[in-house]
């Protein structure tokens, strides 16, 4: 069964603007990881945040993270062309298994 | 290699056929993972191996699928008596003891007819 589910599915926006995309989980976390997936292939690590964390950066991303409310958003500011692909979440754990869930994942689509 | 490496890339197979997976994680990585990936989807989760330890196989759908690790390299994913259903992108992906990332081959696309 997935851990995540990813809103929006689809996202898309024109070059410069700002992407905004959220994931919420139902069990508690050690972390929490951002990846990207171009073509429907092999995903990259992005941005790992953990539990203890609220926020995190990394060039023009920025993570957020409440675990309150189960949820994750990442933010991909001045967006270019290249960024379009699918972003997934990924959730381990706190039974330290290193047992990654990942998300539905969302669909971004940056017009040039 | 420099990454993880999957092979074949592309598997075209009949309904009742029997495939094998291959898998060759980063040297040295001791976890190894298999998702299941169907068009347009997210990622299922199918196996974990850690090291020696007994392997996570809570994902696999069905009696149909296995997987074996050979300590801590090649990895293959045997699906028999393969299904329509069973049609999907399968991802590999190891990660080294010092750290939570994992690093992701490019994937089989298997094509049940």
């Known amino acids: 069964s997935q851990q995540g589910e990813e809103d929006p599915q689809a996202l898309s926006i024109q070059e410069g603007e700002n992407a905004t995309m959220n994931c919420s989980y139902k069990?508690?976390?050690?972390?929490l990881q951002w990846y990207r997936q171009n073509s429907g292939r092999g995903l990259v690590h992005l941005i790992l945040i953990r539990s203890n964390e609220r926020e995190k950066h990394s060039g023009r991303l920025r993570v957020t993270l409440d675990t309150s409310k189960k949820s994750s958003s990442l933010l991909i500011t001045a967006s270019r062309a290249a960024d379009t692909a699918s972003y997934f979440c990924a959730t381990e754990g706190t039974s330290g298994t290193y047992k990654y869930i990942f998300g539905t994942g969302t669909r971004l689509k940056v017009l040039a | 290699g420099a990454g993880v490496s999957q092979s074949p890339s592309n598997k075209v197979t009949e309904k009742g056929k029997d495939v094998e997976l291959r898998c060759d994680p980063i040297?040295?990585?001791?976890?190894l993972y298999w998702y299941r990936q169907r068009l347009g989807q997210g990622l299922e989760f199918l196996i974990y191996?850690?090291?020696?330890?007994?392997?996570?196989k809570s994902g696999l759908p069905s009696d149909r699928f296995s997987a074996e690790r050979t300590g801590e390299s090649v990895s293959t994913l045997t699906i028999q008596r393969t299904q329509q259903e069973d049609s999907a992108v399968y991802l590999c992906?190891?990660?080294?003891?010092?750290?939570?990332?994992?690093?992701f081959g490019s994937g089989t696309q298997l094509s049940v007819l």
């Open positions: 069990t508690s976390i050690n972390n």
């Open positions: 191996f850690q090291g020696n330890s007994a392997p996570d």
């Open positions: 992906a190891s990660r080294p003891d010092s750290s939570e990332k994992l690093f």
């Open positions: 040297s040295g990585h001791t976890a």
